[in-house]
């Protein structure tokens, strides 16, 4: 079997459709982050965000309001994540499990109950890819940036605008002194509780679209654990990446590359498929272990208490 039988422009298409939750995720854990906050939860977020959306779909028949469901659950993870970790002092590792364990259980219990399966739902209408003539004309790149759903190139402005929000503008500099140093924001007059939880929430707003990605614009169905560890691989993209969207945009990249490559191996048979399904977790070990000692984290991860 040849390179190019393995390696060809549906590939890179593949590669940026499965980048786009990895993505999503690692630009919300880096909101957290920046402000001080360990979001481990990401994952339990995503899944239930992709619930919700699918949910709200099936008995509304309108994409829009299940995207907007989907939405919304990730804002009210974000409220009680933050709640706990900002104004009651929680343990951020304990909380993040306890919405990863909470998000697998409440969809496989809700799933039998709304449609008799904790495997799967029913289908519904999800996003339709966007097809656009200028795109198309472009050489090489046109059949890989074309055809994906909103969400795809979403996450990829999402980037630039996070990016400039927070390096170029004075609420960019606030929530990222209330995570370096909270103790100097607060003598400089910064309300220290108001923008960490405001950096919870829009990690969790940022990391739900992940999840609605996942089961309307890349399945149009709920399976559980349908994000089978994006959201800690998106972590680590955020951590290869050093805490800036740039970075993690093309740490997303070579996952999704990781991700898209197991697929397209496993659809030609090259290897048995337990080996296959390993690479993109391979990948993350590698990274990490390569890596990881030599980030530096933005934040102390230690709750502020005001004295």
């Not at 854990?29 to 959306?53: H, P, Q």
């Not at 799967?120 to 200028?134: M, Q, T």
């Not at 759903?149 to 990016?163: D, E, M, P, R």
């Not at 590359?257 to 048995?272: E, H, I, S």
Request: aromatic share 12%; charged share 10%; with cysteine.
């Amino acid at each position: 079997m040849s390179l190019s039988q393995i390696i060809n422009l549906s590939l890179f298409q593949a590669q940026l459709r499965m980048a786009t939750p990895i993505l999503f995720a690692a630009l919300g854990g880096l909101l957290c982050e920046r402000v001080g906050v360990v979001n481990i939860g990401l994952e339990g977020i995503m899944l239930t965000s992709a619930f919700f959306g699918v949910l709200v779909t099936y008995f509304t028949s309108s994409s829009l309001l299940g995207f907007l469901g989907g939405l919304a659950s990730g804002f009210l993870w974000g409220l009680i994540i933050a709640v706990l970790t900002v104004r009651f002092f929680g343990n951020q590792i304990v909380v993040g499990t306890g919405v990863n364990v909470f998000g697998l259980g409440l969809s496989a219990f809700l799933s039998q109950k709304i449609w008799g399966s904790r495997g799967a739902s029913e289908a519904v209408s999800g996003f339709a890819p966007l097809r656009s003539d200028l795109l198309a004309r472009l050489p090489y790149l046109g059949p890989v940036l074309n055809e994906h759903t909103f969400l795809v190139y979403l996450a990829v402005v999402l980037v630039f605008v996070l990016h400039f929000f927070l390096f170029a503008t004075p609420w960019g500099l606030r929530l990222r002194a209330v995570g370096e140093n909270p103790q100097a924001a607060d003598t400089a007059g910064i309300d220290v509780f108001r923008y960490k939880t405001l950096g919870v929430v829009a990690g969790s707003l940022v990391a739900s679209l992940g999840g609605v990605f996942l089961s309307l614009g890349h399945l149009n169905f709920f399976a559980w654990g349908m994000t089978s560890g994006r959201g800690f691989i998106g972590l680590a993209a955020m951590i290869f990446g050093k805490w800036t969207p740039l970075g993690c945009l093309l740490s997303s990249l070579l996952f999704g590359f990781a991700d898209a490559l197991q697929m397209r191996l496993q659809a030609l048979g090259v290897l048995p498929s337990q080996i296959i399904l390993l690479i993109p977790y391979l990948v993350t070990i590698l990274v990490l272990s390569g890596f990881v000692g030599r980030a530096v984290p933005p934040a102390r991860y230690e709750p502020y208490r005001k004295e």
